[in-house]
């Protein structure tokens, strides 16, 4: 079996036959001819419509092609001139390949494929490419995955920010986490009012009306625009800061309250006691538990205020029939949770927050 009856079956291309292949000089190439078919009309690549030809260039160009047996692959073609009424003379279009892309479209999907499993470095090493032509290969799939993109209906999102380079630089990014669809909508820099409120012209009112569950962290311009824009939705806090902020009023209760006790003369039976009233009672040592088991027997504001976050601890074993019914799925599931940011993060009772 010859190898242009095999790029004939799995890459036809319309209007254009193959050559016989053959090695490049180097001897670490395949280089496929691809020639037009008698009778065919070039397209023009401004209007995408059949147009007289001009010239053609003597220069073959080549378009790489995906690899096979351990060999780089080129289609070699030497592209044509059309004379369109319009557009003027301009460079044909070519099915396998897009404006001066050193890359076939199919060689672009098998990249930007790659390149979700691999680094852009590690699949430009892998493949014998560059990682130029990587990059071309996601901006490629991207652009032409907006431009099909069906929003439709959308129920419930989800917005954080990641930092990207060094110092306090973020990117906001907008999930949809609907049952059955999670896919990433959009990106923007900055987390800011401005920034956010792109997104909802970007969906329209039409679309931000449909949604009912919003869920994001407590960063107050996130809050203002969800407010503003989805009033009708159920905001939905992350779990992380909600407990950061419960203990942090803890430590401002036994602060104020040491403080206080020792300007009145008494004994300071709150010293050393920050982490026996903030860690979880699994994460006690013996000492500490020694500790937390005497200070239960004062009547105290920060022993009070401790029994008020155990008995709060108790909401995210909550489990309703009802409720479970209309909450699409966990934003992040336990096992991709950062197990240093927090105490409380790495619980072994994980709740399916909305």
Not at 333 to 347: C, I, N, Q, V, W
Request: proline share 5%; charged share 25%.
């Amino acid at each position: 079996m010859r190898l242009p009856r095999i790029l004939n079956q799995c890459h036809p291309i319309p209007g254009f036959v193959y050559g016989q292949a053959s090695f490049a000089q180097d001897q670490q190439a395949v280089l496929i001819p691809v020639r037009p078919r008698k009778r065919s009309t070039a397209l023009c690549s401004g209007r995408h419509q059949p147009a007289p030809g001009y010239d053609q260039s003597r220069t073959p160009r080549r378009f790489e092609f995906i690899g096979f047996w351990g060999y780089l692959v080129f289609l070699v073609y030497c592209m044509r001139r059309v004379n369109c009424q319009q557009c003027g003379v301009v460079v044909e279009e070519v099915p396998w390949g897009m404006g001066k892309h050193a890359s076939t479209k199919v060689h672009m999907h098998f990249l930007g494929h790659w390149a979700r499993k691999l680094s852009w470095k590690e699949t430009a090493e892998e493949f014998r490419t560059s990682w130029d032509k990587v990059h071309d290969a996601v901006e490629y799939l991207v652009t032409w995955g907006l431009e099909h993109r069906v929003l439709g209906a959308i129920r419930a999102i989800g917005v954080d920010e990641i930092q990207r380079g060094k110092g306090h630089k973020y990117l906001t990014l907008v999930y949809q986490i609907d049952l059955g669809c999670t896919r990433l909508l959009w990106i923007g820099k900055e987390r800011t009012v401005k920034t956010f409120k792109e997104f909802f012209a970007m969906i329209g009112p039409g679309v931000s009306a449909k949604i009912e569950f919003v869920c994001s962290d407590m960063w107050k311009p996130y809050l203002g625009v969800i407010r503003e824009k989805c009033s009708q939705a159920l905001n939905i806090l992350d779990r992380f800061h909600i407990v950061a902020k419960v203990n942090k009023a803890l430590d401002d209760i036994r602060s104020a309250e040491a403080r206080r006790m020792k300007g009145d003369g008494y004994e300071p039976v709150l010293s050393k006691s920050r982490w026996c009233l903030l860690k979880r009672p699994a994460n006690l040592t013996a000492n500490q538990k020694v500790k937390l088991k005497d200070l239960v027997r004062y009547n105290l504001q920060s022993v009070r205020a401790y029994l008020l976050k155990e008995d709060f601890q108790q909401l995210w074993n909550y489990e309703s029939t009802a409720l479970g019914s209309q909450v699409p799925r966990p934003m992040v599931p336990p096992g991709d949770a950062l197990a240093d940011r927090a105490d409380d993060e790495s619980r072994q009772n994980f709740t399916r927050s909305p």
